[in-house]
């Protein structure tokens, strides 16, 4: 799992990608210090996809590419394959490579992980089946916590907000209706990892 303590998760507010991109950078300086191969490998992965999402584009690309090689020497396949994945999303982009991440590591990777891939892989290459699967993992989730917790999810992690953004308007697309969707693929708007951003 690629999760972040809260602290470290991006902030709110008008200051919250500088603050959290500070939070970020403290956090690999310490994970690199004591040795946390896992979180030095995640924290570049949750910066690449905050600065990606904030305009930083290549200084995504650095931190994403950071993440990637890390996670691929220690062996940590979900960092490997989202940074894989949210690479294909950025200019020049390759959308083959993400797949092969995601076919060489599925079996590697948890619910969470798979649900963030497939999330990326439909922004990515616009096939409907990733986006399919991303919605039918949201459902598996939901149907292993109890019914009262089923609004706080869906609102509060960016992942499942934006999974069900995307299911919707691919609905209403499929059904005829032609209605904006600003999560369609090739859009402007970024996807931000559900697990670093709520």
């Known amino acids: 799992m690629t999760w972040l303590p809260a602290t470290l998760r991006p902030a709110r507010g008008g200051n919250g990608i500088r603050t959290s991109e500070k939070r970020l950078q403290a956090c690999l300086v310490v994970s690199e210090e004591i040795g946390h191969r896992h979180l030095a490998a995640a924290t570049p992965l949750a910066l690449g996809s905050l600065r990606a999402g904030a305009g ?18 220690v062996g940590i396949a979900g960092v490997e394959t989202l940074a894989r994945c ?35 892989l439909w922004r990515a290459t616009g096939d409907r089946t990733h986006l399919e699967e991303a919605k039918r993992l949201l459902d598996e989730s939901l149907a292993n916590v109890p019914a009262e917790y089923h609004e706080a999810m869906l609102t509060n992690l960016r992942l499942n907000r934006e999974i069900m953004a995307a299911w919707r308007g691919e609905r209403i697309r499929t059904s005829g209706l032609l209605l904006p969707n600003n999560a369609a693929p090739g859009s402007k708007r970024r996807f931000t990892l559900g697990c670093f951003v709520s």
């Open 86 to 120: 949210e690479l294909a999303l950025l200019a020049g982009g390759d959308a083959e490579d993400a797949l092969a991440a995601f076919a060489e590591h599925e079996e590697r990777l948890d619910a969470e992980e798979r649900r963030s891939a497939r999330f990326l």
């Open 56 to 73: 930083d584009e290549e200084g995504g690309r650095e931190s994403l590419v950071a993440a990637r090689s890390l996670a691929k020497d």
